[in-house]
């Protein structure tokens, strides 16, 4: 992650039992990870303080447990799992790339090893949310419990409900609006999902176009991303028109900078309340 400073563990051994035939889950064989914390060494340098670090020891003593804790078929799954715990236990460590070596591995020919590497962070996403049918508030308090009990999102900051008005043109009650910052494993895509199995446990029905809705909950950012498939624009390619979106996100990150535009959010929410509403289009 760039910025960031590193801890390195190279080439540590662990006895495991990992592999698709029944002879490696029985007689197990030697496994070596890399891995590579960034993580931020300033204040710890600076202090002299274990505590203000990540204690390299520990880690590699929990790598040990989540590599003979449960057998895999693949190692992929053993270093993926190995991972998203290391992230989840160490708060300091923001990302880390992670190598799985196999040097004993079922092959019949002369190798050195084989091994998977993977790249794993937390993210950074605000999510709009929003409700004007039935109990409103309940179903946005719901929303942000489920998102708070998941283990792969942190909660950082939620916006003030604000009352508005609804936007597209369908007449329909007032809505209920706001913003949420959230830290979260999740990629674009797997954050999409949860988003809408948290809307399908408050009875969304997607029949109208800006229609009423028990819970609309919508990625605005996801770090600084510029992205798009079928399903996802990143950022979302409206919310400059939206000051039920810009107001909430001024008052959670006031300063943070749009990735296409350019401009931060309280740049934008001014510009829209002078009545300059972008030529970019709408959704």
């Not at 019949?108 to 999510?127: C, D, G, L, Q």
């Not at 950012?221 to 400059?240: G, N, S, T, V």
Request: contains cysteine.
């Amino acid at each position: 992650m760039q910025g960031l400073d590193q801890i390195k563990i190279e080439n540590l051994e662990i006895f495991a039992h990992h592999g698709v035939f029944a002879e490696e889950k029985q007689n197990g064989q030697n496994f070596y990870v890399n891995a590579t914390l960034h993580t931020n060494l300033r204040l710890a340098g600076l202090n002299d303080d274990l505590t203000l670090s990540t204690h390299y020891g520990e880690v590699s003593l929990f790598i040990k447990e989540k590599m003979t804790e449960v057998t895999y078929d693949l190692i992929e799954t053993a270093a993926e799992r190995a991972a998203e715990a290391i992230l989840l236990q160490f708060p300091l460590v923001k990302a880390l790339e992670l190598e799985l070596r196999k040097p004993h591995a079922p092959i019949p020919m002369t190798f050195e090893s084989v091994s998977v590497k993977i790249y794993r962070s937390w993210h950074k996403a605000y999510i709009a949310f929003g409700s004007n049918m039935g109990d409103s508030e309940k179903y946005i308090a719901d929303a942000l419990k489920g998102l708070s009990m998941d283990n792969r999102c942190k909660v950082i900051k939620v916006s003030d409900i604000i009352r508005t008005k609804p936007y597209g043109g369908v007449e329909q009650a007032d809505f209920y609006n706001g913003v949420l910052e959230l830290d979260t494993l999740y990629t674009e895509g797997e954050l999409l999902d949860r988003l809408h199995e948290l809307e399908q446990a408050a009875g969304r029905e997607r029949k109208i176009h800006w229609g009423p809705r028990t819970l609309d909950l919508d990625i605005i950012f996801y770090d600084k991303e510029i992205y798009e498939d079928d399903r996802l624009c990143i950022p979302h390619a409206d919310m400059q028109n939206r000051d039920f979106v810009l107001k909430p996100m001024v008052q959670i990150a006031p300063y943070f900078r749009h990735p296409v535009y350019g401009q931060t959010m309280t740049q934008l929410l001014q510009a829209l309340e002078a009545g300059k509403r972008s030529n970019y289009g709408k959704v």
